[in-house]
């Protein structure tokens, strides 16, 4: 890591027993815009969240400029396999927008350009950013403490076959990364409520990311036309 990177212990503190804030927007979505996201991100803080996720090199960069807290950065490229962050090529446009943290894929699959998540690692502490691996099992998790990700999120929990489908939030995972990894663990995926996300925090998560609870208005309309229409 070079001088300039942040350090881990820094952010962690200012994210403990916080909310992360993930402030994204599906293909084809009226919220996908920019401008758009960037007001999100300005509600979540003055809603009084510790940091902001995010998704693609230009709405890093808008965040980062509108916002005074640490901005998580990803970009999702593609629908299928490893799509959060797959390549350094990706990892690296999201530092150079302005992201403190790297959110990345690190599941046990294959990249699309063939590197591995230990060379993920190297190249955004070499950038002078951290990295949060999305996992979806313990395993994984482990594997990702042990590859040097300075946060282990359990984002892809119930999205990769192999880990548990569910609507609740996977705090089993929380709770067995937490007892095995020295890592902050980040609880990340399907919290809806603000108890879920109190849960995830007792079940030992150092920081809790939402996303559609609060960001995702098409998502939430269609939960309750969905229940309305039986
Ligand atoms: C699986 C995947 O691609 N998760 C993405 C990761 O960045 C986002 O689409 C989620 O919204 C985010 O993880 C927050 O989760 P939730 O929206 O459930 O609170």
Same mark, same amino acid.
């Given at each position: 890591?070079?001088?300039?990177?942040?350090?881990?212990?820094?952010?962690?503190?200012?994210?403990?027993?916080?909310?992360?804030?993930?402030?994204?927007?599906?293909?084809?979505?009226?919220?996908?815009?920019?401008?758009?996201?960037?007001?999100?991100?300005?509600?979540? !803080?003055?809603?009084?969240?510790?940091?902001?996720?995010?998704?693609?090199?230009?709405?890093?960069?808008?965040?980062?400029?509108?916002?005074?807290?640490?901005?998580?950065?990803?970009?999702?490229?593609?629908?299928?396999?490893?799509?959060?962050?797959?390549?350094?090529?990706?990892?690296?446009?999201?530092?150079?927008?302005?992201?403190?943290?790297?959110?990345?894929?690190?599941?046990?699959?294959?990249?699309?350009?063939?590197?591995? $998540?230990?060379?993920?690692?190297?190249?955004?502490?070499?950038?002078?950013?951290?990295?949060?691996?999305?996992?979806?099992?313990?395993?994984?998790?482990?594997?990702?403490?042990?590859?040097?990700?300075? $946060?282990?999120?359990?984002?892809?929990?119930?999205?990769?076959?192999?880990?548990?489908? !569910?609507?609740?939030?996977?705090?089993?995972?929380?709770?067995?990364?937490?007892?095995?990894?020295?890592?902050?663990?980040?609880?990340?995926?399907?919290?809806?409520?603000?108890?879920? #996300?109190?849960?995830?925090?007792?079940?030992?998560?150092?920081?809790?990311?939402?996303?559609?609870?609060?960001?995702?208005?098409? #998502?939430?309309?269609?939960? $309750?036309?969905?229940?309305?229409?039986?």
């Amino acid at each position: 890591m070079t001088s300039s990177a942040p350090q881990p212990s820094g952010l962690a503190a200012l994210l403990k027993g916080r909310l992360i804030v993930s402030c994204q927007a599906p293909p084809g979505d009226p919220m996908r815009h920019t401008g758009t996201l960037v007001r999100m991100a300005r509600a979540a !803080q003055a809603g009084g969240a510790a940091a902001v996720r995010v998704n693609g090199p230009e709405v890093v960069a808008a965040a980062a400029a509108a916002v005074d807290l640490p901005v998580i950065g990803l970009w999702k490229d593609g629908g299928t396999g490893v799509y959060i962050t797959p390549s350094v090529r990706h990892a690296l446009a999201v530092v150079e927008a302005g992201a403190v943290v790297v959110a990345a894929d690190a599941t046990a699959r294959p990249r699309p350009d063939g590197s591995t $998540f230990t060379e993920l690692v190297a190249a955004v502490h070499e950038a002078g950013a951290l990295v949060m691996a999305d996992v979806s099992t313990l395993g994984e998790g482990r594997e990702a403490a042990a590859q040097g990700a300075d $946060f282990v999120s359990t984002t892809l929990s119930g999205y990769v076959p192999g880990s548990p489908r !569910q609507t609740a939030p996977d705090l089993r995972l929380v709770t067995e990364l937490a007892a095995s990894v020295r890592t902050p663990v980040i609880a990340e995926g399907r919290i809806a409520t603000p108890a879920q #996300a109190a849960d995830a925090l007792a079940a030992g998560a150092l920081s809790v990311v939402v996303g559609t609870a609060i960001t995702a208005p098409t #998502a939430l309309t269609r939960r $309750f036309v969905d229940e309305l229409a039986g």
